[in-house]
């Protein structure tokens, strides 16, 4: 059974940082790609950056671009999200995803999730 669990949400202020962690866990499990995607109460969920492990290509949401990082261990199925100049918007809980397939930014690409973690930015 594929596990993922993320940790360090929380709260910062408006210009802050965080670092976010998720490690994926499954005896045999090999992802092909992970990503991190953020849901605020009342919307759809929105991709924020993935990661495609064969060639270490990068995408990222346009919301996010320049301030957000995302990288990893491809061996250890981890992977981070750096948030710099963190904004008020930037409020959601945050999730982890992994797939055996390439890297998408649509939710129905990732067949393995966390529950999730809180970060919330004051203005």
């Known amino acids: 059974q594929v596990q993922l669990v993320e940790s360090g949400g929380g709260l910062v202020q408006a210009g802050g940082s965080l670092r976010l962690s998720c490690a994926a866990s499954g005896r045999t499990f090999r992802s092909q790609a992970m990503a991190w995607f953020r849901q605020d109460p009342g919307k759809a969920r929105e991709f924020v950056a993935s990661?495609?492990?064969?060639?270490?290509?990068?995408d990222y949401a346009d919301s996010v671009k320049g301030r957000f990082t995302i990288s990893g261990d491809a061996a250890r199925n981890t992977v981070f999200l750096q948030m710099l100049s963190m904004k008020p918007e930037d409020t959601a809980v945050y999730y982890c995803?992994?797939?055996?397939?390439?890297?998408?930014?649509?939710?129905?690409?990732?067949?393995?999730w966390g529950q999730g973690t809180q970060v919330t930015v004051s203005s």
């Open positions: 990661i495609q492990w064969r060639d270490a290509t990068t």
């Open positions: 995803a992994a797939t055996r397939h390439d890297a998408s930014r649509q939710e129905k690409g990732y067949e393995y």
